[in-house]
C-alpha cells in the first residue's frame, strides 16, 4: 500500500507512513499522488496555531503546534523529536479521529506554522485556500502572498492596527475579505477596492458612498450608519443597472422599515407564496426567506428583497439577485 493511501486510512499505516515522512522529508512517492485538485482546501487558524486540510469541504487533516491551551489533551501517544526543515518536531496522534494529525512544536523561537503551511502546500499541491490573522501574525498574509497569486479567503482582527495599516491590507490578493475588528476611529475614504466578496462585522465606518461604488459580488455590513433612505436610493441604482455583479447584499440597518426601503421604487412585485423561500449564497450559507418581494430590472434580472432575524434583537435586510449559487430561480 503507497504512503498516499495509508495517510488517508489512519491506524499504524498512518503513525509508520507519517514518521518516515517527517524523517525523510517530503517523499517524491507522495508528491506524484498527490495532484493539484480545487477539492482540496488548506486553511489556516490565527487563534488555534494549526493548519487544516479539507478534502470535498471535510477535514482530513489537522496540523497543529503547541498553543496557549496547553491543558488541550490532543494525544494518546508520543513519539521522539524529529529534525524537519531545520527545525524539531514531536508527532502526536489524535486517536479520537483518525482524520486528524497532531504536530507538537518544540522551537518556540520561529513561526512554526510557516513551515506546516510550506509543508502542507507542498504535499498536497495546492495553495492556502484561507487565512485568519492578527496584529500578531501579519507576517504570515504577507509570507503567504509572496508565495501565490492570491488566496480565496482572509480574515482579519484589526483592531489593534493603524489605520494606515488596515487600509493597505484592502488590497491584499484576497478573493473574499473579512474584517471581524476596527479601531473605534477607523475612516476610509474613496472606493473600496473590488473583490469577489466583502464582510464587515463592524460597518459603523462604511458610508452611503461605499455602498453606491461598492463592486463585489457579496457584501455584508453589519451594526452600519446607513438608513433606509440610503437602502432605497441603491436599489434605484441597482434597477438602472448599477452594481452588476451583485449576488447578495446583507446590511443591518438602523430603524429598519422594508416597507421605507422599497418605498416610491417602481417594478415591486408583491409576494404571493406563503411558503418560504431558500436561496444560495456563492459562499455556501443557505438563506431562509420569508416575508418578501421581489425587485425586477428591466432586463429581467429578478432579485428578494427579505429580512433575517439575528438572535431576536437584530434585522438584516438582504438584496438577493437570481439565479442563486446553485443556479435556481425563485419560481
Known amino acids: 500500500m503507497d504512503d498516499t493511501i495509508r495517510l488517508r486510512h489512519g ?6 507512513s507519517l514518521l518516515k515522512l517527517l524523517k525523510e522529508g517530503i517523499s517524491d512517492t507522495v508528491k506524484t499522488y498527490r495532484k493539484k485538485s480545487e477539492n482540496v482546501k488548506i486553511v489556516v487558524n490565527d487563534f488555534e496555531n494549526n493548519v487544516k486540510v479539507f478534502f470535498d469541504n471535510k ?3 489537522r496540523l497543529s503546534l503547541d498553543s496557549l491551551y496547553g491543558k488541550w489533551k490532543l494525544v494518546e501517544r508520543e513519539y521522539s523529536k524529529t529534525t524537519f526543515f531545520g527545525a524539531d518536531f514531536r508527532l502526536s496522534l489524535y486517536c479520537e479521529d483518525e482524520s486528524e ?16 503551511i510550506d509543508w502542507a502546500t507542498d504535499l498536497f499541491r495546492t495553495d492556502v485556500w484561507s487565512l485568519s490573522v492578527s496584529k500578531r501574525t501579519i507576517h504570515r498574509l504577507k509570507w503567504v502572498e509572496s508565495c501565490q497569486e492570491h488566496i480565496k479567503e482572509v480574515f482579519l482582527w484589526a483592531g489593534n492596527h493603524t489605520e494606515d495599516e488596515i487600509r493597505c491590507l484592502f488590497h491584499s490578493k484576497a478573493n473574499k475579505f473579512y474584517l471581524l475588528s476596527v ?21 459603523f465606518w462604511f458610508t452611503p458612498n461605499h455602498l453606491m461604488t461598492s463592486d463585489f459580488m457579496e ?17 434605484r441604482h441597482w434597477l438602472a443597472g448599477g452594481s452588476p455583479r451583485l449576488k447578495t447584499l446583507s446590511l443591518e440597518i438602523k430603524e429598519f422599515s422594508l416597507n421605507e426601503i422599497t418605498r416610491g421604487i417602481e417594478g415591486v412585485i408583491p409576494n404571493g407564496d406563503p411558503r418560504s423561500q431558500k ?19 428591466s432586463d429581467g434580472v429578478m432579485a428578494t428583497c427579505s429580512t433575517i432575524d439575528y438572535r431576536i434583537v437584530r434585522r438584516i435586510f438582504v438584496l438577493a439577485v437570481w439565479p442563486d449559487a446553485k443556479n435556481r430561480m425563485p419560481y
Open 11 to 16: 491506524g499504524l499505516a498512518l503513525e509508520d
Open 59 to 61: 477535514l482530513n487533516c
Open 101 to 116: 494529525w497532531k504536530l507538537k512544536w518544540d522551537d518556540p523561537t520561529t513561526d512554526g506554522v510557516l513551515t506546516l
Open 183 to 203: 479601531p473605534p476611529t477607523f475612516d476610509y475614504s474613496g472606493i473600496l477596492p473590488s473583490r469577489t466578496s466583502l464582510g464587515l462585522c463592524q460597518g
Open 219 to 235: 457584501l455584508s455590513v453589519n451594526y452600519s450608519i446607513l438608513t433606509n433612505s440610503n437602502v432605497n436610493q441603491f436599489l
Open 279 to 297: 436561496y444560495w449564497t456563492i459562499s455556501g450559507r443557505e438563506l431562509t426567506f420569508n416575508d418578501r418581494m421581489y425587485l425586477k430590472r
